[in-house]
Nanobody
Framework: QIQLVESGGGLVQPGGSLRLSCAAS????????MGWYRQAPGKQRELVAT???????NYADSVKGRFAISRDNGKNTVYLQMNSLKPDDTAVYYC????????????WGQGTQVTVSS
C-alpha cells in the first residue's frame, strides 16, 4: 500500500500561482502512474493532469498551458504547478496513484483546498 499526502493549497487571487505537492509514504513511486484530480462543490471529481511512470504528462483541456505536472521519484513526490489561476479552478485537489504493475491498484490522498478569489 501507499499513502499520499497533499500540501500547498490555499487562497490566491485570480491570476496568481500555487504549487501543490503530493508526498508518498514510501519509496518506489517510479512504478506508479500519478495524477491530480479536483472536485468543486456540487460537481463530480474530474481529471486535472496525469504523469506516467515514464514522465509523460497529460492535461485536461481546461488547464493546458497554465498547469504543469512533474515528478521527483527520488523524493517520492509529485507536483502540480498552477499558474494564471481562475475562480473556476477553485476546488479540492486530490492526488492519485496507480501501480502500473498491479491491476486495480488505486490510491487517493485526503485532498487540499484551493480557492481562487479576489
Amino acid at each position: 500500500q501507499i499513502q499520499l499526502v497533499e500540501s500547498g493549497g490555499g487562497l490566491v487571487q485570480p491570476g496568481g500561482s500555487l504549487r501543490l505537492s503530493c508526498a508518498a509514504s514510501r519509496s518506489g513511486i517510479s512504478s506508479y502512474n500519478m495524477g491530480w484530480y479536483r472536485q468543486a462543490p456540487g460537481k463530480q471529481r474530474e481529471l486535472v493532469a496525469t504523469i506516467s511512470r515514464l514522465s509523460s504528462p497529460n492535461y485536461a483541456d481546461s488547464v493546458k498551458g497554465r498547469f504543469a505536472i512533474s515528478r521527483d521519484n527520488g523524493k517520492n513526490t509529485v507536483y502540480l504547478q498552477m499558474n494564471s489561476l481562475k475562480p473556476d479552478d477553485t476546488a479540492v485537489y486530490y492526488c492519485n496513484a496507480q501501480n502500473a504493475y498491479v491491476y486495480g491498484s488505486n490510491y487517493w490522498g485526503q485532498g487540499t483546498q484551493v480557492t481562487v478569489s479576489s
